[in-house]
């Protein structure tokens, strides 16, 4: 079964006739964000190029129960920002708060 959003792509190019980019990305998981996908890394491809809609895309998925304001998020090993412009095979990496001692 398709996932909801490639529908919307498929549909919106259909009635709008506009070419749809997709990106790939390396996405990597810590924590309970790990734990909620069931795997520490996956590669997605996606319309979307900001980490914060990226964020809640995947978090509709999985079922994230943290609000990406509680995340840091880093781009290709660097801590960045929720509005970076990300691009075709970036890694991003999603940061939970984590406890422990």
Not at 35 to 56: H, I, K, N, V
Request: aromatic content about 10%.
């Amino acid at each position: 079964m398709s996932s909801p959003v490639k529908n919307w792509h498929a549909v919106r190019k259909k009635l709008l006739g506009d070419e749809i980019i997709t990106m790939k990305y390396t996405l990597r998981y810590f924590a309970s964000l790990a734990d909620q996908a069931g795997c520490a890394e996956e590669t997605w491809e996606t319309a979307l190029s900001e980490p914060r809609a990226l964020y809640a895309e995947l978090r509709a998925r999985h079922g994230f129960t943290l609000d990406a304001s509680r995340l840091r998020v880093a781009v290709n090993g660097e801590f960045a920002d929720w509005h970076l412009a990300l691009a075709d095979g970036d890694e991003i990496v999603f940061l939970p708060p984590v406890s422990g001692g």
